[in-house]
């Protein structure tokens, strides 16, 4: 399952990228990654839906971060989605390193499998991370975002953009 567009082709969206306002960075939110056939429609539902514009846009990707929801809202273009197939991951961003690391530990210990990622490059933020599968195959992120990643910075440290494959 891949959490970025798999379609590396898509033209960029001219929505303006507003700052990410501090207030979110200390909240735990619930993590909502979806695959939708039409970046620019999905765009605009959530802006009206949410009531505010995308904190982040890149080609291919968007993400909103409302202020009256705790949830982290992430798109990525793929224009073979459907209905019934649009959900890539659900997860639950944390507020420092320490916290994953808690979880990860916790969740280590009750004998659930993990997969763990720490300090990657995923959909221009670099992450502390870690998976868990549930029985139905649905997969669950815990991460805390260390750092947004521009492109221009990711092409000149060879960073790949290629999100969360697996």
């Avoid at 959490?3 to 979110?24: F, G, L, Q, R, Y």
């Avoid at 990525?76 to 390193?97: F, I, K």
């Avoid at 139905?136 to 991460?143: D, F, N, P, S």
Wanted: charge should be negative; hydrophobic fraction near 40%.
């Amino acid at each position: 399952m891949t959490c970025c567009s798999p379609n590396s082709s898509t033209k960029p969206t001219s929505v303006a990228e507003p700052a990410i306002p501090t207030v979110h960075a200390a909240l735990p939110k619930a993590h909502i990654h979806l695959h939708v056939p039409n970046l620019d429609q999905a765009i605009a539902f959530y802006r009206a839906f949410f009531g505010s514009n995308p904190v982040k846009v890149k080609p291919g990707y968007a993400k909103f971060l409302p202020i009256w929801s705790p949830v982290n809202l992430a798109l990525s273009e793929d224009p073979t989605a459907t209905r019934g197939t649009a959900v890539s991951h659900l997860g639950m961003q944390l507020a420092s390193p320490a916290a994953v690391q808690a979880h990860l530990q916790r969740i280590k210990g009750s004998g659930l499998a993990v997969r763990e990622e720490m300090g990657v490059t995923c959909c221009h933020a670099n992450q502390d991370k870690f998976w868990v599968v549930d029985p139905a195959g649905i997969e669950w992120e815990v991460y805390h975002l260390n750092f947004d990643v521009e492109a221009d910075t990711e092409q000149a440290h060879g960073v790949s953009t290629g999100c969360c494959t697996r």
